[in-house]
């Protein structure tokens, strides 16, 4: 998802300060929803896809299920990625839906800032097969693939996930690192586009202005996140992120590297630009959607951008842990998030993609304009502008990650 950094304690403040998601989503982009079939989103990525994964071939560790005994769950996740009571952020309605209905209780925590870290965190113990405390873990598609293939994802009884196998959008059942359905439910998906700071700089239209305009000079930042900063540079160059060469990487690695030596880019970041981009220290940066439209609530001179060559897709998804002793307890969550209405519940509030088929048909029933409106369910001409990072297999991620945190110092 959008959030690959912590926030600094100031950006938390300004979100904090920003009205409820809820309240201020209407007739803003929020992303779109994989309900509505397309070909860009046939082959949805996140932040780039990971190669093909196949079925789990690292350690098969052997854990008793204790979801009858015990009936609990523990759910890590990103930041903002959870309904919220209106009076008492901590109260997730959903959450307490769910109990309701099933008895089980939910050990929420947003613990999960990046993907290598988190994953840095549980690899040892998943690797040795000790428990992580940890029942859902989400990570984005390219770690989810690492995940699979290491081994260290619990197989989905498909018994106990018909709505999830029933519901998840016919745009997301064919993805190559889970083509089964058997490993990873897609949790929500989002956008990245260029943030703008109009009472800084005018509006930026294409990668290009961004890189080389005179204006922005010193005030922009991009994303240490390899797929969305090079999904940029890549179109920016007239390619496709979903098909390229290994030449027509290093051309787009080039044009990075000019922009840094020039003093174009200021740094490059996790979702810490929010606070610059509040304070209007940045004037233009490619970010993530979710952020930049909370920032625009609270100050409608900050806008997100669709550039002329368009927005890079990327999506999240749960997966139980191996080790996790609440397995039974854990599809049953997933499951309950493939109900269109919670589904569409969820959706409205977060402002992220819905995975979840039906669930445009019961937003109406939330708020008629949300459901109605293309930029949160896409039609055939916002569908166009949303390019995917292709799938790289094991050799070509490091190969490609090890060059760009070269280009970019980290």
């Known amino acids: 998802m959008a959030r690959r950094i912590p926030l600094s304690p100031q950006a938390q403040a300004v979100l904090a300060a920003m009205p409820s998601r ?29 190669g093909t994964a196949g079925p789990s071939a690292g350690p098969r560790c052997t854990t008793a299920d204790l979801s009858a005994t015990e009936r609990k769950i523990a759910f890590s996740n990103w930041p903002a990625y959870m309904d919220e009571d209106e009076k008492n952020a901590e109260v997730h309605p ?5 109990k309701a209905k099933t008895g089980i209780d939910v050990s929420y925590t947003a613990d999960i800032n990046d993907n290598n ?20 873990v989400v990570f984005t598609d390219w770690m989810a693939t690492t995940f699979i293939r290491n081994g260290f994802a ?10 999830f196998l029933k519901n998840l959008a016919p745009t997301l059942r064919s993805r190559q690192f889970d083509p089964n359905m058997e490993y990873a439910a897609p949790w929500q998906s989002g956008l990245t586009g260029i943030g703008v700071n109009t ?33 940029f540079m890549l179109m920016s160059n007239g390619k496709d992120p979903g098909d390229f060469t290994t030449a027509d990487f290093d051309a787009a690695l080039e044009k990075l590297k000019a922009a840094v030596a020039s003093g174009q880019i200021r740094r490059f970041t996790g979702n810490d630009y929010v606070q610059d981009l509040a304070k209007g220290d940045i004037a233009a940066c490619i970010a993530w959607s979710g952020d930049v439209i909370q920032l625009g609530f ?3 001179k900050i806008k997100l951008v669709t550039p002329d060559e368009g927005m ?11 080790t996790s002793p609440h397995a039974a307890n854990a599809m049953a969550l997933i499951d ?50 949303i390019k995917i990072f292709k799938p790289l297999t094991e050799a070509e991620e490091k190969e490609y990650t090890g060059r760009f945190q070269a280009a970019i110092g980290a």
Do not use: H
């Open 154 to 163: 619990a197989k989905f009884n498909p018994d106990k996930v018909a709505t």
């Open 298 to 300: 609270e100050n409608d």
């Open 312 to 322: 890079m897709l990327w999506s999240d998804n749960m997966l139980i842990p191996v």
């Open 336 to 385: 309950y998030y493939y109900d269109p209405k919670v589904a569409a519940e969820l959706a409205a509030f977060v402002n992220y993609v819905c995975p979840v088929a039906g669930a445009q048909e019961e937003m109406v029933k939330i708020d008629p304009d949300l459901a109605q409106n293309p930029l949160i369910f896409p039609n055939a001409e916002m569908q166009a502008k």
């Open 117 to 136: 870290e988190f994953y840095g965190k549980i690899r040892t113990q998943l690797a040795a097969c000790q428990p992580i405390d940890r029942d859902i």
């Open 199 to 231: 009472a800084v700089a005018k509006e930026v239209r294409t990668v290009d202005e961004l890189l080389t305009r005179a204006d922005l000079k010193g005030k922009v930042t991009c994303l240490t996140e390899m797929r969305d900063t090079m999904g």
């Open 22 to 50: 809820r309240n201020v989503l209407r007739g803003a982009l929020a992303g779109g929803a994989f309900a509505v079939a397309g070909g860009a989103l046939a082959a949805c990525g996140t932040k780039g896809t990971g």
């Open 94 to 98: 959903t959450l307490v839906a769910f």
